[in-house]
């Protein structure tokens, strides 16, 4: 009948509803999990720098103080 045609169509649309919720929640958690990876590796890439930076001001000292 019918409203048996509707029910089943209402069922399905539901079942793909929840599908395309939780594709949306996996993605959302992929994203997140992007983010904390991204801001990490920015952290690092900072603390490297900073380093580099400080052994390279160190290694200009020494040469400045042997040159004197």
Do not use: H, R
């Amino acid at each position: 009948s019918y409203d048996d045609e509707l029910v089943a169509q209402l069922a399905d649309e539901k079942e793909q509803v929840e599908t395309q919720k939780a594709t949306v929640v996996t993605a959302k958690a992929n994203i997140e999990s992007q983010k904390s990876s991204k801001q990490a590796l920015q952290q690092e890439y900072q603390a490297l720098f900073e380093k580099q930076n400080a052994d390279l001001i160190a290694q200009e000292k020494a040469a400045a103080q042997a040159a004197d």
